[in-house]
T-cell receptor
Framework: GAVVSQHPSRVICKSGTSVKIECRSLDFQATTMFWYRQFPKKSLMLMATSNEGSKATYEQGVEKDKFLINHASLTLSTLTVTSAHPEDSSFYIC??????????FGSGTRLTVV | GENVEQHPSTLSVQEGDSAVIKCTYSDSASNYFPWYKQELGKGPQLIIDIRSNVGEKKDQRIAVTLNKTAKHFSLHITETQPEDSAVYFCAASIGTSGSRLTFGEGTQLTVNP
């Protein structure tokens, strides 16, 4: 079936640095990628939707300058957390539509900012 | 926009018992209802889904029912096993797969051996 490969699975970074998370669709073309953030024991919160070759659409309250999303190809979308702070620590998950109705999720990235 | 409510937030059952998780949605235009299982530290995995033109779908021990009139859908797991322990999320979507998913708040299922 469809696979979205997400890397890294875990990352620890210092405050003020930037971190890039990659999501690759391995056997299908992902024209759209959804990026979620998940806090412990909470549901997935949609941060932004990216479409290949165009600017991402951010949800209300999400800082577009802090969470930079690039979707330059049909198989790769990236999320860069810029000038990370401890409050950015979270579990980030990407997801792409893989057919008429279905969605495939990445395995998630645990970001810890120290 | 769409709003999905999920109950219960926690559910503890004995191995072999059945588990039922219920969700309601607000937008009658929603036509795709997936259920995901999420284990700790991992991304959600689709376990079953149902489309608006179907009232029930079953896959071995897992079944989903949909009542479009009442705008609710339910997940049924029979003969539960300890490995079924996880967080389960329901979701709803409008239109094709390019549309966003709206998630419920999740249910922590614990199956006690």
């Amino acid at each position: 079936g469809a696979v979205v490969s997400q890397h890294p699975s875990r990352v620890i970074c210092k405050s003020g640095t930037s971190v890039k998370i990659e999501c690759r669709s391995l056997d299908f073309q992902a024209t759209t990628m959804f990026w979620y953030r998940q806090f412990p024991k909470k549901s997935l919160m949609l941060m932004a939707t990216s479409n290949e070759g165009s600017k991402a659409t951010y949800e209300q309250g999400v800082e577009k300058d802090k969470f930079l999303i690039n979707h330059a190809s049909l198989t790769l979308s990236t999320l860069t957390v810029t000038s990370a702070h401890p409050e950015d620590s979270s579990f980030y998950i990407c997801s792409a539509p893989d057919g008429v109705y279905g969605y495939t999720f990445g395995s998630g990235t645990r970001l810890t900012v120290v | 926009g769409e709003n999905v409510e999920q109950h219960p937030s926690t559910l503890s059952v004995q191995e072999g018992d059945s588990a039922v998780i219920k969700c309601t949605y607000s937008d009658s235009a929603s036509n795709y209802f997936p259920w995901y299982k999420q284990e700790l530290g991992k991304g959600p995995q689709l376990i079953i889904d149902i489309r608006s033109n179907v009232g029930e779908k079953k896959d071995q021990r897992i079944a989903v029912t949909l009542n479009k009139t009442a705008k609710h859908f339910s997940l049924h797991i029979t003969e539960t096993q300890p490995e079924d322990s996880a967080v389960y999320f329901c979701a709803a979507s409008i239109g094709t797969s390019g549309s966003r998913l709206t998630f419920g708040e999740g249910t922590q299922l614990t199956v006690n051996p």
